[in-house]
Each structure stands twice: as structure tokens, then as C-alpha cells.
């Protein structure tokens, strides 16, 4: 039989407490209390980053901590890694374009941006740019699009992949179009693309709409060049044949 403690953990959805209950090592009862409450914060900080990390669907698990910031990227004065990494431009509501050759870890580390976001309990999600296309055009189609749009309510970081593999329908272009400049100065947005802004037109068939696209992403923004060899490439070739 359950002790009143332990049923009032229970009902209050706290069973974990119980494995620190007891106020043995504890000088005082404040301490004790102090202790319960510091031990039910981290867990629920815990739980929000999982919850938040299983939302933004992230295609793998990537983290800063096996990034390589080789000497290929180029950073733009005065954006610095500890500016990324602190994830100032995220609350700045500034966004950041990671442009380059395949390979070089421009997802990689968008990801790993993405992920240290919703440790820190930012609501971030992650979308290859042909799929939200994809998304939008479906959702214009059942006339669900507003539907849609609100699921970016509570969105502060967005992670657009591979921006510029797929070219896109005119109504696809424009779709997305107005979708960033509803994003305008009220969340960050993280691009990746291997074309340079020059050649955005060939992707958006627009060169009028691509001009005013890249207006409103690249104000505020941190442009990162990405150059060198293919990671991938470079370990396919130095793997052994056997």
C-alpha cells in the first residue's frame, strides 16, 4: 500500500520524485524542497526538448559536437560560430544561408543548429524545400492552405534543405513566396542550397519573384560559404576496395 506521499506524486504525475524522496544529506528542509523542485525542472526540460526534437522531424541526428568546421567556410564579418552557436540570430529573428558545393556539411549543420535549438526548448522545423512545395501545392489544391499555414504558429526556427535541386511550378514558386514573406522579420529561417542567389531564377522561373525572394531572406541574414571537396565523396574514395 501506497504512502499519502507517494499517492500524491503519483496524482500529480510526479512519480519520479519518488526516487529522490528522503531528506537524508540535506541540512535543512528548504534544501530538501529546493532540491525536489531543481530535479522536476530538469525533467520537464528534458521531456520538452524530446517532444520538441520528435517535431521538428529532422531527417538524421546530427550535433555540433562531430560538426567539422573546416577552414572551406567562410564566414561573414562579424557573424562568428559563437554567434551561430548561441543561437542570438535565432531571437534576433535573423536568418542564416549556408550556400555550397554537395557534401561540404551545409545540412549537417543546419541540423545540428536545429537540434541545439529545441534543446534550449525553440520550436524548429525542418523541411526539404521540395516537400513543403509539395505541401503547399496540395493544400492550395483542397483549400486547406490556411490550415497549413498555422502550424508555423508557434514556429521560431525553420530549416529549409536543399534549396534549388528541384525546380519548381509557377504556382509553386509563388506559393512558397508568400509563405517566407509571411515568415518576414518573425522567424528565423535557416537555408541550405548548392546554387548561388544569382542562379535562384532558374529554380523559381522568375526572376522578378526570385529578386524579391532573396530581398527578405538575405536581410538580416548570415551568409555562409561552403567550399572543398565532398565529405562524402572524399570518404567513398579513401574507403578500402577490397
Same mark, same amino acid.
Given at each position: 500500500m501506497s504512502t499519502p506521499l507517494e499517492a500524491i506524486c503519483k496524482q500529480l504525475k510526479l512519480p519520479h520524485l519518488l526516487t529522490v524522496l528522503g531528506a537524508d544529506g540535506f541540512e535543512t528542509k528548504e534544501e530538501w524542497l529546493l532540491f525536489l523542485l531543481q530535479? +522536476?525542472?530538469?525533467?520537464? +526540460?528534458a521531456l520538452k526538448a524530446a517532444r520538441l526534437y520528435k517535431k521538428a522531424?529532422?531527417?538524421?541526428?546530427?550535433t555540433l559536437e562531430n560538426f567539422d568546421w573546416h577552414d572551406y567556410i567562410a564566414l561573414p564579418k562579424p557573424t562568428t560560430r559563437e554567434a551561430l552557436t548561441s543561437l542570438s540570430f535565432i531571437h534576433q529573428r535573423e536568418n542564416a544561408v549556408f550556400v555550397g558545393t554537395p557534401g561540404t556539411g551545409k545540412t549537417h549543420l543546419a541540423c545540428a543548429l536545429g537540434h541545439l535549438a529545441t534543446t534550449s526548448g525553440i520550436e524548429t522545423q525542418f523541411w526539404r524545400v521540395s516537400d513543403l512545395v509539395g505541401e503547399l501545392e496540395l493544400h492550395w489544391k483542397n483549400q486547406t492552405l490556411n490550415q497549413f499555414k498555422r502550424r508555423f504558429d508557434r514556429t521560431k526556427l525553420v530549416i529549409l534543405d536543399e534549396m534549388g535541386y528541384v525546380p519548381f511550378t509557377k504556382g509553386g514558386a509563388e506559393l512558397l513566396f508568400q509563405l517566407i514573406s509571411d515568415w518576414y522579420e518573425t522567424k528565423s529561417i535557416i537555408i541550405t542550397s548548392n546554387l548561388e542567389f544569382s542562379q535562384w531564377h532558374k529554380v523559381f522561373l522568375d526572376a522578378r519573384l526570385t529578386a524579391a525572394l532573396v530581398d527578405r531572406l538575405i536581410h538580416h541574414a548570415h551568409i555562409l560559404s561552403f567550399t572543398g571537396e565532398s565529405f562524402r565523396l572524399k570518404n567513398a574514395l579513401s574507403t578500402p576496395k577490397y
Open positions: 530535479n +522536476e525542472l530538469q525533467c520537464r +526540460e522531424k529532422f531527417p538524421t541526428k546530427r
